[in-house]
């Protein structure tokens, strides 16, 4: 079990401004986030979408505010846990006790929830044959592709991943990218290289439809899409690989035991500390009067729950303001001289 | 104030009055209709607030901005009538404007 003074779940910019606050105070945190990269929903909904209100900064990409993010944290030299989601928060004494579905165990007095709307999951076929087949021959993502060799492919999806891997994965399967509208949202030139392929009757490629049922008996066989016209076609498929995007889901943070109004959390606006002690919530996920999701406002949030933070990590120490123009003991800490 | 319809999969309807200037999705949320969850805010970054225009009104509409069209390919059983609904600003002439929200939204 790791100690630590906070646990912060969720490495979006609210999460990772958190660390800088708690840092300059002295705090040591981890990060715990879902996804297999830092930066949450400015990275994977809009990294190239310009942002045009974070304060001094006119302009800059969900990627490029999470680069410097990552920058201005980087003299704490927190660890960052990556594609695991927390699945369990309880008490111990003045401690709380977090679990992840990697089986890491987390213990620190304050927990600071930076979740967004929850954890990022791929969106799956809402085919109950789908279901009970995923792992086995459907898949939503690519973990090994060495597993995805010499296979009758069916991929679903339009956007980049889509795309990449029906490219990658022709060098040495059969592929069928199917698609619901003929347009594909990812790199054109991507999308050129498959119409290539298509060309050589490599790849088919087949659009605009959606997939009407999975033909298995224990093992699949085909799969029946169905175009937009009405028109049915049976595609020989051992592999079914669906990319349809990625949706936010609340997951477990709604079992805390944590006052919730919808998919948010209640928070008061001094110390945005939740109805437990030690527990506190920032950036989209909280909820007060007058909350705005703004990026801005998870970083005021933040600023005033690592105070509240301190006072419970360091109970036998006073806790003092300081500027970062002027503190030495910041400077120290930011490593500047 | 423009009456707008929201019906769910099963084909129970509920109609509102959605102050003109606001979208298809706040009036939802205004009056809790259920099965808009609307997870981002309305700022087209996820595709909770999915619902399926009544065919009579899917022209009237303007249409959908390719970022929408993209963002809908990430929603439950996106169709040819599939709009985002915050995305839908009432005005007078959407008074009557008929919307069904998909079996489920995640």
């Known amino acids: ?337 | 104030m423009p009456k707008i319809t929201y019906k769910d999969h099963q084909g129970t309807s509920k109609t509102i009055e959605v102050e003109n200037g606001l979208s298809v999705m706040e009036g939802a949320i205004q009056k809790e209709i259920p099965g808009i969850d609307a997870d981002c805010g309305g700022s087209m970054a996820c595709a909770t607030c999915h619902v399926y225009v009544d065919d009579k009104w899917f022209d009237k509409i303007p249409k959908a901005e390719d970022a929408e069209i993209d963002m809908i390919d990430m929603a439950f059983e996106p169709k040819k009538n599939s709009r985002l609904s915050c995305q839908i600003i009432v005005n007078e002439e959407l008074d009557g404007l008929e919307v069904t929200t998909p079996e489920k939204q995640t």
């Not at chain 1, 910019?13 to 715990?32: D, S």
């Not at chain 1, 410097?68 to 846990?81: D, S």
């Not at chain 1, 029946?224 to 889901?249: A, Y």
């Open chain 1, 1 to 337: 079990m790791k100690q630590t003074d906070v646990i912060i779940i969720g490495a979006g910019p609210v999460g990772l401004f958190a660390v800088h606050q708690l840092g300059i105070k002295g705090l040591k945190a981890v990060v715990i986030d879902n996804l297999d990269k830092a930066g949450g929903q400015c990275i994977e909904l809009y990294p190239d979408k310009p942002i045009y209100d974070i304060p001094a900064v006119p302009e800059c990409t969900g990627e490029q505010l999470t680069t410097r993010l990552l920058e201005q944290i980087k003299p704490f030299k927190t660890e960052l846990f990556l594609n695991e989601r927390v699945d369990e928060v309880k008490q111990e004494k003045d401690n709380w006790v977090v679990k992840t579905n990697n089986k890491n165990q987390f213990t620190a007095p304050n927990i600071i929830i930076a979740g967004g709307v929850g954890s990022f999951e791929p969106r799956k076929i809402s085919l109950k044959e789908a279901e009970k087949l995923e792992g086995k021959s459907v898949f939503y993502t690519v973990k090994n592709k060495e597993h995805f060799r010499n296979k009758k492919i069916s991929i679903f999806g339009g956007g980049d991943s889509a795309l990449d891997w029906a490219l990658e994965l022709s060098k040495f399967s059969r592929i069928t990218l199917i698609h619901r509208r003929n347009e594909f949202r990812g790199a054109q030139h991507t999308l050129s290289e498959i119409r290539n392929l298509e060309k050589e009757g490599k790849v088919s490629i087949k659009t605009p439809c959606q997939i009407e049922s999975l033909d298995n008996e224990k093992e699949l066989k085909s799969i029946t899409i169905k175009f937009d016209d009405g028109k049915t076609e049976k595609i020989q498929t051992d592999v079914i690989l669906g990319f349809f995007g990625l949706i936010m889901k609340l997951g477990p943070i709604a079992e805390w035991g944590l006052n919730m109004d919808k998919k948010t959390i209640e928070v008061n606006s001094e110390n945005f500390e939740t109805n437990k002690k030690g527990i506190f919530a920032a950036g989209d996920i909280c909820s007060y009067p007058g909350k705005l999701k703004l990026i801005l406002s998870g970083f005021h949030e933040v600023a005033l729950a690592s105070v509240e933070c301190f006072k419970r990590a360091r109970p036998n120490e006073k806790y003092r303001f300081e500027f970062t123009t002027s503190s030495k003991i910041i400077h120290d800490r930011l490593g500047k001289k």
